[in-house]
């Protein structure tokens, strides 16, 4: 009878210590897409990659949390998030103020930002070291834009007097740059990079600009988002975007996929 | 749906900013479609193989084909050839004016010989004949006997195209040109209002319909006279 009842104590100790672990890491859950290449995508080994996935491993390793990814389809993103089936939407989204209703984000892991391609070798001098715009400079240089785009807006305001030509898709715009149409044309760089300067098309084309990221016109950027009223979690979250800024980790990350940094290298928090 | 009146009346004199350039695209490829069109006649109705077949080749492939389609080819396609932009062309290729008017005026040209042809067909065998008869040349006949004929049966035919060439320019705004076409996509891609914006488009286009056909219903009147009581 002693026996039995020592028996069933080591049982009960055995099971409790199964269910009740001391130590057990916080456990985040993750929402993305997982098929926006080159932000969080499946690799060819299967795997979940990308700067989305790298800022959220990065992240969770500096606030010692376990990650889960889960899977989400876009336009469910927000209700999934709102319905706790994850913790933190970190999939390239945009803050904006409509989602700042419903949602907190993080600072900004990766800036909106627009920038001039053009010519290589054109010398055209279209900005200053600061910068800024020389508006001089733009005289008789066609300009592609995005019909009614940000750098579009960001276009009527900095230089309205500019030879500006609208186009529908950005693939029409790189094909008259090609073409001789145009002279430079401003969109995401990133996308500039992806679909057109790392191809053949644009081997003889570069940047001619700084990136421009004027929060006015082109948006705060992408944050990582979550439910409100997790001011801690929210707090930690950009403790470790600020760690990962000042180490260079998110630079790394990025340059895995582009030749030049898509975050806001001087950590200059927003509100 | 509402439907924000304010915006109409706020963006009917943007788009009528347009209207110039409507215009310049109606008119021009009007003019230069009438020219090659009289010349695809003539090849056509030459009663040569040599230049019969090439103009029935021309006909089939542009009434076969979208406009939307040429003006593409046109506006995108030629210009990847190194050649055409290198070649005395490329300054007038180079504009979406220039290629849109080239698309446009090929596209009618087609359309308008065959109306031209519909026309000359059927000028009644008998006058022709008289003209024969009292020594006329060939050439005199065709100038002082058939043409006058053909016009005035080709008129309301043509009337049809010169209104279908209209609506056609609105096409250009897909190659970057500021029609009134173009303005209102921007402005829609700008309000998100396409109800408002599009409808009035349409009522401006349609007050240019309604001024053209009474413009060829005078000019039909007016050139058959001669048969009115």
């Known amino acids: 009878m002693k026996k039995l009842l020592t028996l069933f104590v080591a049982a009960v100790a055995i099971l409790a210590s199964g269910v009740i672990q001391p130590v057990k890491a916080e456990t985040l859950r993750v929402g993305m897409e997982c098929t926006y290449a080159p932000f969080n995508f499946r690799n060819e080994a299967g795997d979940l990659d990308g700067y989305d996935v790298d800022v959220a491993k990065g992240v969770a390793s500096i606030i010692g949390a376990e990650l889960e990814f889960v899977c989400q389809k876009w336009d469910g993103m927000i209700p999934a998030l709102l319905a706790n089936k994850f913790d933190l939407i970190i999939a390239s989204m945009s803050i904006t103020d409509s989602r700042l209703e419903k949602m907190d984000f993080s600072q900004p892991y990766r800036i909106s930002v627009g920038r001039l391609v053009g010519k290589k070798s054109a010398d055209m001098n279209l900005f200053d070291d600061m910068g800024a715009p020389i508006a001089a400079n733009f005289d008789g240089v066609k300009v592609g834009l995005e019909r009614a785009s940000t750098y579009a807006s960001w276009f009527e305001a900095k230089l309205p007097d500019a030879d500006v030509i609208y186009y529908d898709s950005s693939e029409s715009l790189y094909l008259d740059l090609v073409n001789g149409r145009t002279d430079v044309i401003m969109t995401n760089p990133m996308k500039a990079f992806l679909k057109f300067l790392s191809k053949d098309d644009g081997a003889g084309y570069e940047f001619v600009s700084p990136q421009i990221d004027e929060r006015k016109y082109f948006g705060i950027g992408v944050g990582i988002g979550l439910r409100k009223g997790n001011d801690a979690l929210k707090d930690r979250l950009n403790i470790a975007l600020k760690t990962l800024t000042d180490d260079g980790s998110l630079g790394t990350y990025a340059h895995k996929y582009f030749p030049f940094a898509i975050h806001n290298e001087q950590w200059t928090p927003v509100e | ?229």
Not at chain 2, 97 to 109: D, H, I, P, Q, W
């Open chain 2, 1 to 229: 749906m509402s439907f924000d009146l304010a915006l109409i009346l706020d963006s009917i004199p943007k788009m009528l900013m347009g209207i110039g350039l409507t215009f310049q695209l109606l008119f021009l490829s009007a003019a230069l479609g009438l020219t090659l069109a009289v010349i695809l006649l003539l090849m056509r109705i030459s009663g040569r193989w040599y230049l019969s077949a090439p103009t029935m080749v021309y006909i089939y492939i542009f009434r076969g084909t979208p406009i939307l389609v040429q003006i593409f080819i046109i506006y995108y396609g030629l210009p990847q050839l190194e050649f055409i932009r290198d070649s005395i062309f490329w300054p007038i290729l180079r504009e979406p004016f220039g290629c849109a008017v080239l698309a446009l005026s090929l596209n009618t040209g087609a359309y308008v010989s065959e109306i031209l042809r519909g026309g000359v067909l059927g000028v009644d065998r008998g006058l022709k004949e008289a003209g024969a008869a009292l020594g006329l040349s060939a050439r005199d006949r065709f100038i002082h006997i058939t043409s006058p004929i053909a016009i005035r049966l080709a008129l309301p035919a043509y009337s049809n195209d010169f209104i279908s060439l209209m609506k056609s320019t609105a096409l250009a705004s897909t190659i970057t040109l500021l029609d009134m076409m173009g303005i209102a996509r921007t402005i829609v891609a700008e309000t998100y209002a396409p109800y408002e914006i599009f409808i009035s488009l349409a009522v401006i286009y349609l007050i240019l319909t309604w001024i053209i056909q009474r413009s060829f219903g005078w000019l039909e009147k007016r050139m058959s006279r001669h048969v009115r009581q």
